[in-house]
T-cell receptor
Framework: DVKVTQSSRYLVKRTGEKVFLECVQD?????MFWYRQDPGLGLRLIYF???????EKGDIPEGYSVSREKKERFSLILESASTNQTSMYLC??????????????FGPGTRLTVL | GEDVEQSLFLSVREGDSSVINCTYT??????LYWYKQEPGAGLQLLTY?????DMKQDQRLTVLLNKKDKHLSLRIADTQTGDSAIYFC??????????FGAGTTVTVRA
């Protein structure tokens, strides 16, 4: 069973704080993704990574950075949290090209509130 | 980039069929997916269809794909209260990424 875990289910931070969201997958997937989910907007891709130490900007990277030092772990960093970053954050992983149907497996999400 | 659109809400009576519709813009999309999100949880893949298929059936779920119109639908037969959730349509075309719709909130009423 593929498992994607996220470090926290709920997080409350203050404006200006540095925030780390951690994601770990146990299926040796090459690709990992960070999305934010907001009502009426669906899932928007923040960053993704197709290999260790590789990262690519998604559709809304401003205000975020990422780190992928190990294959199984992908971290999302909010350098200076702002109230408009209050959202649900979802991590996902998928197998690499030629290994299937590109299905993404999701973690349970972290609901972040910035006060 | 690809745009994926779906209606935001659907209300259905228990026991009836639900039909959720989705349109996408990239004709080169090879895989199309339906994900389900229950309250407080992440997304779970319900089913997917490859672009060379018109239809796929899996128990109570039927997926129809009209490539000409770039239209995808998900039919849930005999809808139950446990089917209340948000359903996301997604399309894969290239570069490892999926494009998601905004999600359709399905409410099943008794």
């Amino acid at each position: 069973d593929v498992k994607v875990t996220q470090s926290s289910r709920y997080l409350v931070k203050r404006t200006g704080e540095k925030v780390f969201l951690e994601c770990v997958q146990d299926m040796d997937h090459e690709n990992m993704f960070w999305y934010r989910q907001d009502p009426g907007l669906g899932l928007r891709l923040i960053y993704f990574s197709y290999d260790v130490k590789m990262k690519e900007k998604g559709d809304i990277p401003e205000g975020y950075s990422v780190s992928r030092e190990k294959k199984e772990r992908f971290s999302l960093i909010l350098e200076s949290a702002s109230t408009n970053q209050t959202s649900m954050y979802l991590c996902a992983s998928s197998a690499s090209r030629g290994q299937g149907n590109w299905e993404q497996f999701f973690g349970p999400g972290t609901r972040l509130t910035v006060l | 980039g690809e745009d994926v659109e779906q209606s935001l809400f659907l209300s259905v009576r228990e026991g009836d069929s639900s039909v959720i519709n989705c349109t996408y813009t990239d004709s080169s999309s090879t895989y199309l997916y339906w994900y389900k999100q229950e309250p407080g949880a992440g997304l779970q893949l319900l089913t997917y269809i490859f672009s060379n298929m018109d239809m796929k059936q899996d128990q109570r779920l039927t997926v129809l794909l009209n490539k000409k119109d770039k239209h995808l639908s998900l039919r849930i037969a005999d809808t139950q209260t446990g089917d209340s959730a948000i359903y996301f349509c997604a399309a894969f075309s290239n570069d490892y990424k999926l494009s998601f719709g905004a999600g359709t909130t399905v409410t099943v009423r008794a």
